[in-house]
């Protein structure tokens, strides 16, 4: 059945005005100021002027769990389906963490499919931490190749758990996502892990400006875990890199400040997303000097967008860009992240008070006036 969006504020995320969209399917198949045409064949919904803006992308997100680190009891559970419609999410990326083994690359590829399956656009990374890269064929090009939901490899640096890997080992791993994306028609990235060792982003300045590399195949993340490593991140952005904030953990400041400050050291909005590292193993001591593990937060791509918004004053149409038609390039996906013709109807909704009340996924209602509507298999 066709559905009509009618009476929206849309964002593509660029202001398009008051306009009717239509979705057959789960595209989106015409905008337009008024479709009324269409009333009669199709579900009705009246926007009456609230913001309808791309669905959210989650390019860095433990949807299989992670963690491990105190012990198999402090290893996260994998993320449910109504979690991620509560907060927006409509495409995610998954990946694995520090160990490879445990939570193993098969495993990934299940949770993946279980998501698609269940009503979202669900991704992957083959690899974890180790240079020693786990795949799900005999190898990274030919995951890449084979595997639809493979969009590049993950690898560690700068971190006291990562291999410690050379530019020339790191060259070789972008050949593979590069030649085995041009096959599959994918972009393929190698998606970088960033710790907090003093060598920063040392390699990958060099994969850039010893080696050549296309700076666009080279994705680092938790840039904002040292103000150190930010400043690094920002020169990377400069030169044309896209750059990911971590908005659940890894982080010396609130998420929404480091953009504010990325901006005035000069570095585009366009070379930044945001991503929540969500279900990351986190842990604290509390007051009894017991050490407390919990999961990191899935749903602070959204607060920190609203934040930019509301506390930065920064336009909604130019922050949302940061968990949608950002991401959306930085991975090569073309028919995700902006309202056009052509595109995933994939949707969520603000009211006036930048609350989020509506979630459509391939054009269903998944979340409606602030109920969600849609669940997973075992969502309670």
Do not use: W
């Amino acid at each position: 059945m066709l559905k009509l969006i009618k009476n929206a504020n849309l964002f593509s995320p660029t202001s398009l005005g008051k306009k009717d969209l239509l979705i057959a399917a789960n595209k989106i198949v015409a905008i337009d100021e008024n479709l009324d045409r269409f009333k009669n064949d199709a579900q009705v919904f009246d926007m009456q002027g609230k913001s309808v803006v791309p669905g959210f992308i989650d390019q860095h997100i433990h949807i299989n769990g992670a963690g491990g680190k105190d012990g198999y009891s402090s290893m996260t559970p994998e993320i449910k389906l109504k979690d991620l419609i509560a907060c927006g999410t409509t495409t995610v990326v998954g990946l694995l963490g520090t160990d490879g083994t445990v939570r193993n690359i098969r495993s990934l590829y299940s949770k993946t499919k279980a998501l698609e399956q269940e009503g979202i656009s669900a991704y992957m990374f083959c690899g974890y931490y180790g240079v020693d890269t786990v795949t799900i064929t005999d190898n990274i090009q030919s995951d890449m190749i084979f595997i639809d939901n493979v969009l590049g490899c993950k690898i560690a640096i700068s971190d006291i758990r990562s291999s410690y890997p050379t530019a020339l080992e790191l060259v070789r791993k972008l050949r593979d996502v590069r030649v085995g994306g041009g096959i599959a028609r994918k972009k393929g990235i190698l998606h970088i892990h960033l710790g907090n060792l003093p060598s920063k982003m040392d390699v990958l300045f060099e994969l850039v400006k010893d080696y050549g590399f296309p700076i666009e195949h080279i994705s680092p993340t938790h840039v904002t875990r040292t103000k150190e490593l930010f400043d690094e991140a920002i020169k990377f952005a400069k030169l044309g890199g896209m750059i990911d904030i971590t908005t659940g953990a890894s982080k010396y400041t609130a998420p929404y400040l480091s953009v504010l400050y990325a901006l005035e050291q000069g570095a585009s909005i366009d070379n930044m997303t945001f991503s929540t590292d969500g279900h990351a193993g986190l842990s604290k001591v509390n007051d009894q000097k017991e050490t407390i593990v919990f999961p990191a937060p899935i749903y602070t791509n959204l607060k920190e967008v609203v934040d930019l918004v509301k506390l930065g004053n920064y336009p909604l149409e130019q922050a949302i860009k940061l968990i949608t038609s950002n991401p959306a390039k930085n991975l090569g996906l073309k028919n995700k992240g902006k309202i056009e013709i052509g595109y995933d109807a994939d949707l969520c909704v603000f009211d006036d008070h930048l609350n989020l009340v509506d979630v459509f996924a391939h054009g269903k209602p998944c979340m409606l006036n602030g109920e969600i509507i849609v669940k997973g298999t075992f969502d309670s």
